[in-house]
């Protein structure tokens, strides 16, 4: 179970990465518009580009600042994986915006449930992206199928790498652990399940109306009761067996 604080400094450091990007760009297409500097773009900055920087510059950050908003950045990615159509750029732009996507998405948990389904729909939106990229800015179809075979390449490398966790086994069922019998009180009980549940002692303080300093004095008599040191002890334990009342 990934620590819900560290997930969250994860998605504020990628929300503002993104939208320190988007910034930048909305930066270099206004300074080429001024200097009329803009060869690399091979024409003039219009206003989709700043359209599309700046919305995302904004998405990006309020993402960074909202965690029930973290699911913005994965689906503003997605979203500009077609950006090629209005803009021009390169459809490498198009790959590495999917791929952030897809491990954002990871990270978020979306594909712990219909993984198959759920990779093979985004896969085949890009794939649809990447072609119709292609046929707009008159691509060959050896020029349109070269990133296709990347990303498909790519894919499989992952499979070989992570295949093993797709694997279909049978799970032995984990061995039940009474709370009762380790003497955990009711309010040890709850703070045990919303520790587990990904809660922060600062968060399970706020929900309670206590202070922090009540949560850690509560969890460190349920370290002593389960024999642990401290909090990560305590949760790989936990992951071992089933805790019932």
């Known amino acids: 179970m990934e620590d819900r604080e560290q997930r969250e400094r994860l998605f ?23 200097t009329d500097s803009y060869t690399f773009l091979n024409q003039a900055p219009s206003s989709q580009y700043f ?18 908003l973290y699911w913005i950045q994965p689906l503003t990615l997605l979203v500009l994986t077609p950006i090629p159509l209005l803009t021009q750029a390169s459809s490498m732009f198009s790959l590495g915006s999917f791929i952030a996507a897809e491990i954002l998405l990871t990270r978020l948990g979306f594909f712990k449930k219909a993984r198959i389904p759920k990779y093979l729909l985004t896969i085949l939106y ?3 992206c990447e072609i119709l990229i292609g046929i707009s800015t008159g691509l060959s179809g050896l020029e349109i199928a070269s990133p296709l075979v990347f990303m498909t390449v ?4 992952l499979l070989l790498i992570y295949g093993e966790k797709w694997n279909v086994r049978p799970v032995e069922p984990k061995p039940s652990i009474s709370l009762s019998s ?28 206590v ?6 004095n509560t969890l460190a008599r349920v370290y002593r009761k389960f024999n642990v040191q401290d909090k990560a002890s305590l949760m790989t334990k936990c992951e071992k067996y089933h805790l019932v009342d």
Do not use: N, Q
Request: no cysteine; hydrophobic share 55%; net charge positive.
């Open 154 to 157: 790519y894919l499989g490398f």
């Open 51 to 68: 359209i599309v920087a700046g919305a995302s510059t904004i998405l990006y950050f309020i993402s960074a600042l909202v965690p029930r």
């Open 182 to 209: 380790l003497k955990i009180s009711p309010m040890e009980t709850a703070y045990l399940r919303a520790l587990l549940a990904g809660l922060s002692i600062k968060e399970i303080a706020v929900d309670g109306k």
């Open 211 to 216: 202070k922090e300093s009540t949560v850690r």
């Open 126 to 128: 890009f794939y649809l």
């Open 12 to 34: 504020r450091k990628t929300g503002f990465l993104l939208a320190g990007l988007s910034a930048s760009f909305l930066l270099l297409f206004t300074i080429f518009l001024v």
